[in-house]
């Protein structure tokens, strides 16, 4: 197999087009690499002793070395170096050609040797960097070590003390490009004037080597939407970084969230009018303004910025996600109806960008120095360049609207004096210098630096109304505080945690607990009452939550808009406590995507698709009193509803976003005990839209959990679903139990486990009294033995028969 991809690679690495072949000019190739390294975990700084090494592990890439470790269920996490190989064959090195490695990202430190040889090294992660590895290749095979360190080293971004993972590794796709001596560089594209009558644009074009070469030229052609050439240019090249203009393009076809139109620019190098490069690049017209103490305008008309955050990583993957992946992700973030995303902490895949080119999604993209204060030297080098290189990399996406320069800089500093304001200011005022300098066209800003919010253009202060501080009631008056006081005001982080399953009859609030029109986050949260503390992470309490805010943000016409965080859970080294260990709980999805309650409430103002969701999908089994009525709220985008209760019209109800909850659809239902069908319809112009809930209701209240109960259900993937469930004496499910349990394969399989998802976690909190974990189970025909404990039940267990 190996042998066979080797000579494939050979093939298309020699390929040239038929007219280069006959001028002797090499042609421009893109291959990626990602298939068939070799990994090896071994921290040695020593090239020359990698090459003894004999434990190395066949992979393709992205890959992590934490892509468990990070979330399993033992105190920290390898942060230390590793090394991948690569063979590479070349039948024949073409002369006047350059060879080039180009990684899409490898966390934090690399190194790359060629043939025993090194050819270059990156600092820093979340950056794709090149490396010319021209001088050190020969005919044949050709052998490419990489290390990757993600030890702790304070001198470069993000802190330590971050709340999220540093994924070591090639987290990210792999290139081998080559390309001639003389070539296009990389492209800067800006749209210096654009209307709804026409359009300006201008293309900075970078010649690599020596342009003194004569005849040399640069062609570009534009092409529509659609595939129709709207306008060519040719002019020759007389500086090293050429400027080409192509102006008064009619009736551009406007780029936005709506429907982000994306024209192609095509560049050719000629030399003696005959091409010698070409590549191609996206662009978009569109033009925006943060109106001074008031909202954000895309194209000259007032759009409500709609946000989420998102991280780069998913369930057994960590940060080395597919392309695949990458793209799901913003997909559903699509379909929710968000238009605008800000990436945490760090610039993300190249994937991302391009994905919200093509959905129409508007970004805040982070240079990464997410706390740890301001360190010396090297520190301060270090930082510059990263946001030299995120700018350089991410230019030309039409996307980005907000280049960030970080996320509350100044706690938990890892240098002496590192919180000192004022030379963080000074430092600050040169990065959004670097960043003006480089790119006039967008905003830059910061979030949770209050001392340095006059020197960005886009300050967003820390509002956690309801979850580190007082009650999301009084979110209105948050805003209405803050809008007056900073310029370009843009609310970034709002939300709370959530435990997947978990339901309450009354969600704790923290009001008449702490003090209620409190909204200001304590800097130092663990010493402070707060939801985040005392709250129950029910799912009804946090759809509550986002309903009172999107009520608020949707309603307020001088607004700018919010980002909820985050879109989805995440894996933290800060959280071993949680009712997950080491996971954020605060998505709107679970690690794998799969949405909780909360997303249907962002769905339901947001979406264009119509839909309709009774909450919650996930709360089955409910008890009370007899005669009781339950308040049943249903989430849609559409203008009215209609609640079916075991066949019985419970009434039509009116969407109003002004009501709360749930813009108002909301039914009291009487419950019979056992089996209830709950089914909300909602009439469309295409016809109509239905969800079904069934629930079992009883009158009985559980008393005190006596045991834990195991039974198994067969997936279709051919794993099985263990769940257990607290039982009280009567052998009720005791709906109030939340203690965590423990899970643990002992024959015929093993759990699913470091996942960081509800049936992926050996140790998780159990929900309304009920927890489960997926088995898979082995090639052996013994049965599968599981157990389920926890301090006080000594072990429960089940024997499945195969």
């Known amino acids: 197999m190996l042998k066979s991809i080797l000579t494939i690679l050979l093939g298309l690495i020699g390929i040239t087009s038929w007219a280069q072949q006959q001028d002797n000019l090499p042609a421009r190739t893109v291959m990626n690499i990602n298939a068939q390294w070799h990994y090896a975990e071994n921290p040695t700084s020593d090239q020359n002793a990698i090459q003894n090494e004999l434990n190395w592990v066949l992979i393709d890439l992205p890959h992590t070395w934490n892509n468990e470790d990070a979330t399993d269920n033992i105190p920290g996490y390898r942060r230390s170096a590793s090394w991948y190989k690569k063979d590479i064959a070349i039948a024949n090195v073409v002369q006047n050609q350059k060879y080039l490695l180009y990684f899409e990202g490898a966390n934090i430190t690399t190194n790359v040797y060629v043939n025993g040889k090194e050819a270059g090294g990156h600092i820093g992660g979340y950056i794709g960097f090149e490396i010319d590895i021209t001088a050190y290749l020969r005919d044949g095979n050709n052998v490419v070590y990489v290390r990757v360190d993600n030890e702790y080293n304070r001198d470069i971004i993000p802190s330590q003390k ?64 659609d595939g129709n050439e709207v306008s060519i240019k040719i002019v020759e090249i007389t500086s090293p970084e050429q400027e080409l203009i192509m102006d008064n393009i009619r009736k551009p076809k406007l780029w936005d969230t709506k429907t982000p139109n994306l024209y192609t620019v095509k560049l050719s190098l000629l030399k003696d009018d005959k ?120 230019y030309n996406h039409p996307s980005i609207i907000i280049w960030s320069l970080g996320n509350e800089m100044y706690w938990l500093p890892d240098f002496e004096d590192g919180d000192n304001t004022a030379r963080m200011n000074k430092f600050l005022k040169e990065l959004n210098t670097i960043a003006h300098e480089m790119d006039p066209s967008r905003k830059t800003a910061i979030r949770k630096y209050y001392e340095g919010a006059e020197i960005v253009d886009v300050f967003s202060p820390s509002i956690w109304s309801g979850w580190y501080s007082g009650s999301y009631k009084s979110y209105q008056k948050a805003i209405d505080t803050y809008k007056p006081q900073y310029k370009h005001f843009l609310h970034t982080e709002y939300g709370g945690s959530s435990h997947l399953g978990r339901h309450s009859e009354a969600p704790v609030t923290g009001e008449g607990l702490i003090k209620s029109d409190g909204w200001e986050e304590a800097i130092v949260q663990n010493h402070v009452d707060n939801i985040a503390k005392i709250g129950d992470w029910s799912e009804n309490y946090i759809v ?3 309903d009172w805010h999107l009520r608020i943000s949707e309603t307020d016409s001088t607004f700018t808009g919010n980002a909820q965080w985050a879109f989805k859970d995440f894996g933290t080294p800060l959280r071993p406590e949680n009712d997950i260990p080491y996971i954020n709980q605060k998505g709107l999805v679970d690690r794998n995507g799969n949405p909780k309650d909360s997303f249907y409430v ?63 659809l909301v039914w009291d239902v009487q419950f019979k005990e056992g089996n ?66 423990y899970f ?59």
């Not at 990389?186 to 342009?211: G, H, R, W």
């Not at 091409?275 to 000259?300: C, Q």
């Not at 379909?335 to 960008?353: K, T």
């Not at 109509?688 to 279709?716: C, F, H, M, Q």
């Open 676 to 741: 209830n069908e709950l089914i909300a319809i909602a009439n469309t112009k295409d016809g109509s839209v239905t969800d079904t809930l069934a629930i079992n209701y009883r009158y009985a209240k559980n008393g005190p959990a006596k045991r834990l109960t195991l039974s198994s259900e067969k997936l279709k993937n051919g794993n099985y679903l263990i769940s257990a469930i607290a039982e009280d004496s009567q052998g009720l499910r005791c709906l109030d139990y939340e203690d965590k349990v």
């Open 544 to 546: 509550d939550l986002f």
């Open 162 to 225: 971050s709340d999220f993972y540093i994924y070591g590794g090639l987290t990210r796709d792999v290139w081998l490009i080559t390309k001639p001596d003389i070539a296009i560089g990389k492209v800067k594209i800006t749209t210096p004037k654009v209307s709804n009558e026409s359009a300006d644009l201008k293309i900075m074009v970078p010649i690599d080597n020596d342009i003194k070469a004569s005849n040399l030229k640069v062609k570009a052609t534009l092409d529509s939407p």
């Open 275 to 394: 091409e010698i490069d070409a590549i191609s690049e996206k662009v978009g017209f569109r033009w925006f303004e943060f109106k001074e103490h008031g909202p954000f305008y895309l194209n000259g008309e007032r759009l409500l910025l709609r946000g989420t955050h998102r991280h780069e990583e998913h369930a057994g993957f960590g940060a080395a996600m597919s392309n695949e992946l990458h793209r799901k992700d913003m997909e559903l973030i699509k379909a929710m109806g968000a238009n605008f995303v800000r990436l945490a902490h760090y610039p993300q895949d190249p994937e991302i960008y391009k994905a919200c080119d093509e959905l129409g999604i508007l970004l805040w993209d982070e240079l990464p120095w997410c706390r740890g204060g301001m360190g010396e030297e090297v520190w301060q080098s270090n930082t510059k360049n990263m946001l030299r290189e995120i700018i350089d990399q991410n």
């Open 744 to 802: 643990q394969c002992l024959e015929g399989g093993e759990t699913l486990k470091n996942q960081g998802t509800y049936t992926g976690s050996e140790i998780i909190a159990m929900s309304n009294g009920k927890a489960a974990i997926e088995v898979v189970p082995d090639d052996k025909e013994t049965d599968i033995k599981v157990m389920v404990l926890n301090q006080n039940f000594k072990g429960s267990f089940l024997s499945i028969k195969r």
């Open 602 to 664: 962002f769905k339901s103002y947001w979406a264009d698709d119509p839909f309709v969701y009774i909450e919650s999908k996930t709360w089955t089994e409910r008890q009370g009193p007899k005669n009781l009525s339950r308040s049943i709220n249903v989430f849609s985008n559409c203008k009215e509803v209609t609640l079916l209760h075991n066949g019985k019209n419970l009434g039509k109800r009116v969407k109003d976003i002004s009501s709360f909850p749930a813009s108002g």
